[in-house]
């Protein structure tokens, strides 16, 4: 098993996808209060690594097409980035 790192950024996309069911693109991106350009950066950044997953699926999410797409933690890191989202608090 590996230690998973973190950004601020991946730390607070992950913690406004929650681990329990999808969440819509633009729900995301309003939660976070991030810019849109820097959430679906990030949600990309997490995709390549295996770490979230979209449906429909996609190996990268366009900025026109992230708000109408689903996000999800991929349940086989769940246990280990709920970890690296909650070490130091």
């Given at each position: 098993?590996?230690q ?14 929650g681990?329990s ?9 309003e939660s ?18 295996g ?5 429909p699926?996609y ?22 980035i ?8």
């Amino acid at each position: 098993m590996r230690q998973i790192k973190l950004t601020g950024r991946e730390t607070t996309v992950i913690r406004a996808l929650g681990f329990s069911e999808a969440i819509g693109g633009a729900e995301l991106q309003e939660s976070t209060r991030m810019q849109p350009e820097d959430v679906t950066d990030t949600l990309n950044g997490l995709m390549s690594a295996g770490f979230v997953e979209s449906t429909p699926f996609y190996e990268q999410v366009e900025l026109s097409a992230m708000p109408g797409t689903m996000f999800e933690v991929n349940p086989s890191y769940a246990h280990e980035i709920k970890i690296a989202c909650f070490r130091g608090y």
